[in-house]
């Protein structure tokens, strides 16, 4: 192979990892259950004129499985706090108990986990389309590479390499996904 051709290639893959790597961090978020403090990612709060993340002016923890306390480093803006989780809309109902948040992660209802499971095929199908999309960008890069005078049985064999990578990440998203949907329909 030439080098032209690894580079492609090895670029694809990179590119591929990272968008298996984006959708298991969007799958973190997804509650399945139990309290985690990643379902509290993505919360900001005007934090003295910057929107700021939650996690950088709190301790987030999860004393138990139906649980998360919020303890900010600044009792000031535990109000700011309270209002930014409850503007996230993430179904919780932060409890202010003065220096900490207490908030209780309700069970999940069948209807809410259906939901969830449409969200997490949703990210999916996110992710097989950004694979495909990388596929594409490989593929259009081989075919510069033969214009350019690499040999053609260079690029056929470049080609089956992206579409075999290819493959390969659709079928880990695909297992991602199959795992992720029997951890959310689990009682």
């Known amino acids: 192979m030439t080098e032209e051709s690894e580079f492609c290639l090895e670029e694809a893959r990179e590119g591929m990892t990272n968008a298996l790597q984006h959708l298991e961090k969007e799958f973190h978020k997804l509650r ?18 910057a929107m700021t993340p939650l996690d950088q002016t709190a301790n987030i923890n999860t004393p138990d499985p139906r649980q998360i306390i919020v303890q ?79 040999a053609e049985d260079e690029i056929e064999k470049l080609e089956n390499d992206i579409q075999k990578l290819t493959d390969d990440f659709i079928s880990r998203v695909d297992k991602i996904l199959e795992a992720k949907e029997k951890d959310i329909m689990t009682v």
């Not at 399945?32 to 004129?49: F, Q, R, T």
């Open 32 to 49: 399945a259950g139990k309290a985690s403090p990643a379902m509290l990612e993505g919360v900001k709060i005007d934090y003295y004129g």
């Open 72 to 150: 900010p480093w600044d009792k000031s803006v535990i109000g700011l706090i309270e209002k930014a989780i409850m503007a996230a809309n993430l179904g919780f109902n932060p409890k202010n108990e003065g220096d900490i948040l207490r908030i209780q992660v309700p069970p999940l209802t069948e209807e809410r986990r259906r939901d969830l499971v449409k969200k997490a095929k949703s990210e999916a199908e996110n992710a097989k389309i950004s694979i495909r999309n990388i596929r594409r960008s490989a593929n259009e890069t081989a075919k510069q590479l033969k214009k350019d005078g690499v």
